[in-house]
């Protein structure tokens, strides 16, 4: 069992929460789907740490235990935008952790296949979202090897630092579909955008350096 998480969802969290939006809105962000997600969402319970919920509307990740982050509201944001996401798309997430992301697609209208790989994340996950209203398939696994059975999916999205664009997820997108992932390059990584264009061929962009943390390895690798 988990801490009891006390669901208070004030109007200042709400004001917040446009504020953040605002935020996003001077960086770049556009798509307003993706904003009103984020304006929507009570990004505060889906932080463990009480301490931190003061801090929750601020751009910025913050701890979620097991060496893991929430991510930076703008990173998500970002993500989620490039998916260009229609409505009950098939959406494969790569690493739940606290849910967030998790949620911002289910709001802008995916219908969400998500896997984490370290356990205490997924049973936490697994009971929080539900309590506020979400509920989507949930998987504790190997994202590196993707969800084949549910195969194939309009999109994809990866939440954390791969050190290599993982040949299973490729093949388990759509012809059309589209691929964003950050992949390592020393301390960061370089954001991705891929487009599958034929079962062999794909247009690659690259959109400049983010900070994740790392995708665990493979299993059964080194």
Do not use: C, W
Not at 13 to 31: E, M, N, P, S
Not at 160 to 182: F, S, T
């Amino acid at each position: 069992m988990f801490e009891i998480i006390i669901m208070t969802d004030t109007y200042r969290h709400k004001g917040l929460r446009k504020q953040l939006a605002q935020v996003l809105v001077k960086k770049g962000i556009k798509d307003n789907a993706v904003l009103t997600a984020v304006e929507t969402i009570p990004r505060h319970l889906f932080i463990p740490d009480n301490a931190l919920h003061k801090y929750a509307y601020e751009d910025k990740p913050f701890p979620i235990g097991s060496g893991q982050t929430i991510s930076q509201p703008y990173t998500v944001a970002f993500q989620t935008e490039l998916l260009k996401i229609k409505p009950r798309e098939k959406v494969l997430e790569i690493g739940t952790g606290s849910g967030y992301q998790t949620a911002v697609l289910l709001e802008v209208g995916a219908k969400v296949f998500s896997i984490e790989r370290q356990k205490y994340l997924y049973e936490r996950t697994k009971e929080l979202l539900p309590q506020l209203g979400y509920n989507t398939k949930l998987f504790y696994g190997d994202g590196y090897k993707g969800l084949p059975t549910f195969a194939p999916f309009d999109k994809i999205i990866v939440t954390a630092g791969a050190p290599y664009i993982p040949e299973d997820l490729l093949n388990q997108l759509k012809i059309g579909g589209i691929l964003v992932i950050p992949v390592d390059e020393d301390n960061s990584q370089r954001m991705k955008k891929i487009v599958k264009l034929s079962a062999t061929n794909f247009e690659t962009e690259d959109l400049g350096l983010f900070r994740f943390v790392p995708l665990l390895k493979e299993k059964g690798r080194d």
